[in-house]
């Protein structure tokens, strides 16, 4: 297996790149060979919509990264040992930002544009696992690599995965596995659950996967499940029916501002002294969104700037110094992909794609604050913990805090084989 830490040398590999592309060793793929001495990412995000929240810190990472690439700084100069901060390959980084707006349709649209028009290299974004889904599909048809950033559903790494696509986020059943039996030993397992859920693939996956493990592991019975559009604004006869339905917990799938909505008003309902309410996925902005209403809440997030080692507080001090907040988890996803992604360009030597491809695949690190994470070769999905939290009390939630992690559950525990779960279904097309 390969492992994080083998130093590139910038100056050579840029040669490298070059001298392949110019004597024609190697032949047109997507946007390689590159003209002239820039190399554009691009950077698809939701910067509206009811995603808009998580999108904005993205992009604010996504151009942290560009700034440590080409200036150094950050996670290039003290984890990355293959990134010089002298840009990629002797390469400029620069960037394109376009906003999918939380819609699958105009985000392919901006992944072709991104490609197309302004030559990108490498795309990254996400939020909604439908706008990833198709926005790698669109990258694969492209040759062009995609490097999600959040999505959640277990299609984006399962049965819609391709070879350009690469996950760093865990997935629903991932979430599943760590967050049922810290639900069991809290609750005990005589419980029965009723769930809500977006109406799209990623929360279809979270309502499969939460039934499954609740149900075959912890002994729950599900009362029923119902879905809810995107975007809904007023979840109240949704609700009525959940308090209507003698469920002793609630689970709310859904995210980013309809997550903030349905919580607060469950709340405001009076359903927290009816029901236990579980939110099996959640960020910052969104307990920030939510406030009082997270307090004993559990879920899973991406990452949390608690999470005390030395690239989670790195990544934290210089995301404030930049733009004096706290950064979410799908800030540090968007950032560490997007250095994933130009680490793998220095070990290749080259940013021929199938190359790239070849170096993330199978890869070990241990640099971007989650422990010992494997890119599996099998799916494109990392192997790493899962963070599990529950909201703080009122009082506490005042001082800026809005969660505790409860249990960082080990990759061993999480992990399924490249024949079990989402990745039985997972068919890599073609390199080129």
Excluded at 177 to 191: C, F, I, K
Excluded at 260 to 282: C, F, R
Excluded at 398 to 421: H, P, S
Aim: with cysteine; charged share 20%; hydrophobic share 35%.
């Amino acid at each position: 297996m390969k492992a994080a830490g083998a130093t590139g040398i910038a100056g050579l590999a840029g040669c490298t790149d070059s001298l392949t592309s110019g004597s024609g060793s190697k032949e047109s793929v997507g946007n390689y060979p590159i003209e002239g001495d820039t190399a554009t990412f691009g950077f698809n995000v939701p910067l509206s919509g009811p995603y808009g929240s998580e999108g904005q810190d993205e992009l604010r990472a996504y151009k942290l990264a560009v700034e440590h690439l080409n200036n150094g700084g950050g996670w290039v100069d003290s984890q990355f040992d293959d990134l010089s901060g002298d840009g990629v390959l002797d390469y400029t980084i620069d960037y394109k930002s376009t906003d999918t707006e939380t819609d699958k349709t105009k985000a392919k649209e901006n992944a072709r544009q991104l490609i197309q028009r302004d030559n990108a290299i490498m795309i990254s974004g996400g939020s909604s696992s439908s706008v990833a889904v198709n926005v790698q599909a669109e990258c694969q048809n492209q040759k062009v690599l995609f490097m999600a950033c959040l999505t959640h559903s277990n299609a984006t790494t399962g049965k819609d995965c391709v070879r350009y696509g690469f996950r760093e986020v865990f997935d629903a059943y991932h979430t599943a596995r760590a967050l049922t039996p810290v639900l069991q030993e809290e609750y005990g397992s005589d419980n029965k659950f009723y769930q809500l859920y977006a109406d799209y693939t990623w929360g279809q996956s979270v309502e499969q996967s939460m039934r499954q493990f609740l149900t075959e592991d912890a002994g729950w019975e599900q009362v029923d499940s119902v879905a809810t559009p995107l975007g809904t604004k007023d979840y109240s006869s949704y609700l009525s029916e959940a308090s209507n339905s003698e469920a002793d917990v609630l689970l709310l799938d859904h995210y980013g501002l309809d997550l903030a909505n349905s919580l607060q008003q469950a709340v405001d309902a009076g359903l927290k002294d009816e029901m236990t309410i579980v939110v099996p996925l959640y960020n910052r902005p969104m307990a920030e969104a939510a406030g009082d209403a997270i307090s004993g809440v559990f879920g899973t997030v991406a990452w949390d700037s608690a999470i005390d080692n030395e690239p989670s507080n790195q990544f934290t001090q210089v995301f404030q110094e930049a733009y004096d907040r706290v950064p979410s988890g799908p800030a540090q996803l968007a950032y560490a992909q997007t250095l994933q992604y130009a680490a793998a360009v220095e070990r290749a030597g080259s940013f021929y794609p199938p190359d790239v491809i070849r170096e993330l695949e199978g890869y070990q690190y241990d640099n971007i604050g989650m422990g010992q994470e494997t890119m599996r070769a099998c799916d494109h999905q990392a192997q790493r913990a899962v963070p599990v939290v529950r909201g703080l009390p009122g009082d506490e939630i005042e001082t800026g805090n809005y969660y505790e992690i409860v249990n960082l559950t080990d990759a061993e525990k999480v992990t399924y084989g490249c024949d079990e779960g989402p990745a039985a279904e997972c068919e890599l097309g073609p390199y080129k």
